[in-house]
């Protein structure tokens, strides 16, 4: 079984490029041009330069000792929260300024749900004197308010979405209607392993950073390249694509992802998309999508405003599909039990998205010998309003 895209820009079943006429030229482009361009040599010395001097790469991996030993098992925490913005997004915002640049692009486009990919973009087009443009939803500029102060600092023009549920497939639906209007001097910053291809495969290769560290880094502590388990939060999945990516092919790790059940998978409030979702196209590829029956766009629910999202990476649902990976979800309220059971054992505030991968750890059964590693993928500096709520 192959997991890696093919070279008609699927992964399985899906995946594919579903864009508008309009849009064609830029994919296209990007789809000719984009592994040239990103392993160009100049390129590679480029990003690697800045992950290490700017974002503070390799972050660590850490061993959770209290947690181990509650859960008989070794726990390490790889520590995304660590970066620079206090998320694994900005890994990827480095890799597609660079590729922005040399395509001539000198306006910048993004969407986000939480706003760690949204100041990770406008951090970015700051560094490189870029114009920025982040969409996002209504309802979450409310409840990620420091996040959208922080762009705005940034000097970034943050654009509120007012359709729909007001989160992010709204936003990135506002997102990719700019795209149309200004397709020649635009490029558009996906922020997780989404869109039309090459976009999935683009943004799993720069957040293969987090995976290709946990093997040297495992290997250093443990004498063993590989984990047992390595477990990842999914809305869109770019953390956990950054996870899995060069574990893909090792049978013997097992890759769980963790959706958000919100208030309870059948309780029509959820973003569990395995589990409720069917085939279906949505922001230009095809992939598991929460739909009606006549194929309208189920409106999502999650605490968590990154995981607030109705499908899922083509990747991830290749992954579910071919049974490489397991997904399991956490609701609202085991979400927030995680988060605060990691504050206390830990000193550690992690944000609502990967608390949710967190809570896994209470589904899972391990031997005492088992090695897990949790990707961590962001601080709770942003969630802290909602967190104060529930004190």
Known sequence: ?????????????????????????????????????????????DFWDLLRDYVGRPT??????????????????????????????????????LLAERLGKKRIIAETGAGQHGVATATVCALKG????????????????????????????????????????????????????????????????VGPHPYPDMVARFQSVISEEIKKQLLEKTGNANPGYVVACVGGGSNAAGAFYHFLDDAEVKLIAVEAAGCGIDSGMSAATTQLGKPGILHGSKSLLMQTADGQVVEPHSISAGLDYPGIGPLHAHLYESGRGTFISATDEEALSSAFELSKLEGIIPALESAHA?????????????????????????DLDTYMKHL
């Not at 209290?66 to 900005?90: F, Q």
């Not at 209470?362 to 031997?367: E, S």
Request: proline fraction near 3%; hydrophobic fraction near 40%; include cysteine.
């Open 130 to 193: 870029l114009e920025c443009i982040v969409y996002m939803g209504e309802v979450d500029i409310a409840r990620q308010a420091p996040n959208v102060a922080r762009m705005k600092m940034l000097g970034a023009t943050v654009v509120p979405a007012t359709s729909g549920s007001k989160t992010l497939k709204d936003a990135t639906n506002e997102a990719i209607r700019d795209w149309i209007n200004n397709p020649v001097d635009t490029h558009y910053i996906i922020g997780s392993v």
């Open 60 to 97: 660590p991996l850490f061993l959770a000792e209290r947690l181990s030993a509650k859960y008989g098992a070794t726990i390490y925490l790889k520590r995304e929260d660590l970066c620079h913005t206090g998320a694994h997004k900005i890994n990827n915002t480095i890799g597609q300024i």
């Open 1 to 45: 079984m192959n997991y890696t895209v093919n070279e008609h820009g699927y992964y399985g079943n899906f995946g594919g490029a579903f864009i508008p006429e309009m849009l064609f030229p830029n994919v296209q482009t990007l789809q000719e041009n984009y592994l040239k361009i990103i392993y160009a040599e100049q390129f590679q010395k």
């Open 358 to 382: 967190l809570f896994a750890l209470n589904k899972m059964t391990f031997k005492k010998d088992d090695v897990v590693v949790v990707c961590l993928s962001g601080r709770g500096d942003k």
